[in-house]
């Protein structure tokens, strides 16, 4: 499938336009959309756009300029209905635009249109959304993974080069590798969160979904970068990323830990990571041992810390100044009809569990445990990425799963976060690349770096991805 | 049983900065509602918190203003809660690391209180009842707001009320607020309890929230210990409540709260970093402080000024810096104190007089003085030329020439206006010979009326005395 960067350079030698690009977009997703439920809003002026950046297309334009791309439905889009895929937010149209869009706009990129999610970005396969899953491009009996499900759809599927999705635990890499694209999730800080509609505030980050590292690498440095809105965005310069792509793996250390191919993984997948491991030596890089021996309990601590967050997050859906308002008897009645009305039972699960964790008596034994927890795991990771550059282990334990399979199971539905989550608690920079399938379906390889490494992440990424072909 | 009262008071004070505490909305009383929104103090999805370091400034100033440690980390905290005038369903706040701890004020009448807190948070909207519904003007939504908690310290609702009127005077010397308490920019909550006198016994306290005048804090607080006093006299039970002064009634009232046994789930701010004060900058911010109400109490009582003359120049700020300005200038500072709480406060009562953009330099009041005392100026004349001053500004020495009202000190010029003013009052010049000591009174008051003021009272007399023959 065409890359972001081919498209840009067909744009470049006028092979193609802005308006031919949206126009093949539109029919690729006449010919699937029904089938793949990908997009909850398609914009219906995308048209016009395309020919008014036709019309008005700079010398040097740069590499996203008038290419139509996705963005998932939590990131605030001035003008554009933006849901969260939530019945409390069916209607809500925003009055701006998050950093990040604006960003891509700045530089001529054209939304397309809003992708599907589980509801909040709370879940794994986007059947938690208000409207309905979205369904895998290679097996349409098969979840897409979630909760940037239609992004990932969207890209796997042909419908746009590339999408921008949101990670909280997982939620680019994992439906990256049940779809057979590369998911990047950033540093937690490399990308401004302004905008994007809260689900844990310390784990939340914007991430992309591309057809290859590269195009990763292209989209990444347009969306980087301090924004003075998000206080936890970092200062650090942007890297030239295709640049440091440029310079080669050959030498890199990397280490496969264990702990991430243990119980639980599925075997094929398992031994696709060993497989990249020793094409990855082949090509020069350095295999190290690393250990990290808390990587089960991330889990836990992640089902705490998110939670609770997203219990104080979801708070302002109340049905006072946006959203349907449920009429009760008293104030108390109206907000209890309203969000229970409003949220769906996953969002209500997580809510009910971050409420309880963060109840007085509950706080310590919880809250700051998990916590606690969390500095360990980011004291393990520091200490293994002083031994290596990048660590390698599949993106999810099993490959995707069918629809309906885990809907009402939700520790299973938890478990295919298992692997993507620690990056997420440690705030590292992590990737998933597609290696060989598995039975016909995309299996994912992660690679994590430390914080703010993406350079060296994507140099990794761009050599895994060329190796395991 | 004799009881002791227990008092502790949480000071809420809106800081007044450009813009709101998180977001760059302006920070401005009185605006259209709604006019001063954006998507971060409306809490739209997605929106988030960017701190305002003026505001931040201004709140370590208030707290070493009051005397408090700064922590040399500081952090932010949600405390989460349901309403609809809070439009994140959380207000952003400070739990276990506020600005500043462990403070003290010195009140007036001396005593002292001990401060154990002061935190930075943000102020809610405001909800109004109007035509039978609910309205929300979120202008103030995001207003930064300092917390000052004091430890229980007040004995009575007197010194509660002193003690917040310092809170708020220290407040504004260090003008980080505007303090008007009419826009409710400086509110009250207090906990009161009562206790056998002479015991530590910990008895159930009330809480009686969102005062906004300093009369209404006395008089709940007056009725309120009455009330619990009468219901152990009874030898009932006071129930640990909030209660809401019924002003009109004078009574307080049992509340159903908002905060009604409410567990807040307090959790640290993941959208702010924490914040780290160095001790440099905190030393800096110490170092320029202005001299703050207390010390100026302590010194000017110091000076030998009257109690009540060191209460009204210590009151406000520029007051009180206009009197070292005059005294830096030569003024005796009896008599610099004697005209600011005189003449000066009365020109300013009537509006003519704006002590913090003086026309009347303070300079010029010391030269003034310097006048009186040297004999140049007769008091009455010293006064018309301050009126001068104050609406006019300008020197001494030329205002009074110009009005005129230079020390006729000639003998013979004054002894011409005394017998012109005998002639005209032959009946009162009679009275005199005849020993009536109120003409002479009458009389003096015709020879300054005809030379306005300009002569010496002393000087007037013995003129008169000699012309009448005395």
Known sequence: METLRDAASRLRRAEATSGSLVEA????????????????????????????????????????????????????????????????????????????????????????????????????????????????????????????????????????????????????????????????????????????????SSLDQIGTLTRDVRDAAVVLAAIAGR???????????????????????????????????????????????LRAADLLEAQGLTRRDVRLPHTPYALDAYYIIAPAE?????????????????????????????????????????????????????YDTYYLRAQRLRALLRQEFSAAFADVDVLLTPTTPTTAFEIGARVDDPLAMYMADALTIPANLAGLCAISVPGRPSEGLPVGLQLMAAPMREDVLLRAAAALEEVVR | MEFETVIGLEVHIELKTRTKMFCSCR?????????????????????LPAPNGAAIEAAIRMAL??????????????????????????????????????????????????????????????????????????????????????????????????????????????????????????????????????????????EIKNMNSFRFLERALTYEADRQAEIYRTSGR????????????????????????????????????????????????RDALPKLPADRRTALAAAGIAEEQVRLIAESRPRAEYFDAAVAAGAAPLEAAKWITGELARLENEGAFDVSAPKAEPAELAELLRQVDGGALTQA???????????????????????GLVRLDDRDAVRAEVRAAIQENEKAAQDLRDGKEKAMSFLVGQVMRRTRGRVAPDLAKSLIEEEIGR
């Not at chain 1, 937690?188 to 994007?196: A, I």
């Not at chain 1, 924004?227 to 280490?255: C, E, M, N, W």
């Not at chain 2, 009051?66 to 952003?92: A, H, M, V, W």
């Open chain 2, 381 to 403: 004349s010293a006064k018309q030329v301050l009126a001068e001053l104050v609406a006019e500004g300008g020197t001494v020495a030329a205002t009074a020439e110009r009005l």
């Open chain 1, 25 to 200: 977009a539109f029919s690729a997703i006449e010919a699937r959309e029904a089938d793949l439920h990908s997009f909850l809003t398609l914009l219906p002026d995308a048209r016009e756009a395309a020919e008014e950046l036709d019309r008005a297309r700079p010398e040097g334009a740069g590499p996203l300029y008038g290419i139509p791309y996705a963005a998932k439905d939590n990131l605030m889009t001035e003008g554009v209905r933006t849901t969260a895929a939530s019945r409390i937010l069916a209607e809500y149209v925003p009055p701006y635009s998050a950093t990040a869009i604006e960003r891509l706009t700045a530089q001529g990129a054209l939304l397309l249109g809003k992708t599907n999610l589980d509801e909040f970005a709370m879940g794994s396969s986007t059947e938690h959304s208000a409207f309905g899953p979205s369904r895998n491009p290679i097996d349409p009996t098969r979840v897409p993974g979630g909760s940037s499900g239609g992004s990932a759809v969207a890209v796997a599927a042909g419908f746009t080069h590339y999408a921008l999705g949101s990670e909280t635990g997982g939620s680019v890499r994992q439906p990256a590798a049940f779809c057979g694209c590369v998911g990047l999730k950033p540093s937690y800080g490399r990308v401004s969160r302004y905008g994007l509609i809260a689900f844990a």
């Open chain 2, 65 to 206: 203003g009051l005397g408090c440690e700064i922590s040399e980390r500081t952090r932010f905290d949600r405390k989460n809660y349901f309403y609809p005038d809070l439009p994140k369903g959380y207000q952003i706040s400070q739990l276990d690391e506020p600005i500043g701890l462990d403070g003290r004020v010195l009140l007036p009448g001396g005593g002292e209180v001990r401060i154990s807190r002061v935190q930075l948070e943000e102020d809610a909207g405001k909800l109004q009842h109007e035509a039978g519904r609910a309205v929300v003007d979120f202008n103030r939504a995001g207003v930064p707001l300092l917390e000052i908690v004091s430890q229980p310290d007040l004995s009575s609702p007197q010194e509660a009320r002193a003690y917040w009127e310092e809170i708020r005077r220290i407040a504004l010397y260090l003008g980080v607020t505007d303090a008007r308490m009419e826009e409710g920019s400086v509110r009250a909550d207090a906990n009161i309890s009562l206790r056998p006198r002479g015991t530590n016994a910990l008895n159930p306290r009330v």
């Open chain 2, 238 to 285: 006071v129930a640990q409540e909030t209660r809401g002064w019924d002003d009109p009634r004078g009574v307080t009232v049992p509340q159903r709260s908002k905060e009604e046994s409410q567990d807040y789930r307090y959790f640290p701010e993941p959208d702010l970093l924490p914040l780290a004060l160095s001790r440099a900058r905190v030393d800096a911010l």
């Open chain 2, 27 to 47: 920070n401005e009383f009185g605006a259209p509602p709604n006019s001063h929104i954006c998507p971060v103090c409306l809490g739209l999805p997605g929106a």
């Open chain 1, 310 to 362: 997203a219990s104080s997050n979801l708070a302002r859906f109340d049905g006072m100044r946006y959203g349907p308002r449920a009429e009760g008897d008293d104030l108390l009645e109206s907000y209890k009809s309203s969000r229970g009305e409003g949220f769906g039972a996953e969002v209500k699960r997580r809510i009910l569990l971050g409420t309880y964790v963060l109840s007085a008596g509950y």
């Open chain 1, 227 to 273: 924004d003075a809105h998000d206080q936890t965005s970092v200062q650090d310069a942007v890297p030239d990323y295709l640049g440091a792509i440029s310079l080669g793996a050959k030498g890199l250390r990397f280490g496969v830990p264990q702990e991430y191919i243990g119980e639980g993984v599925a075997p094929a997948i398992r031994d696709e990571v």
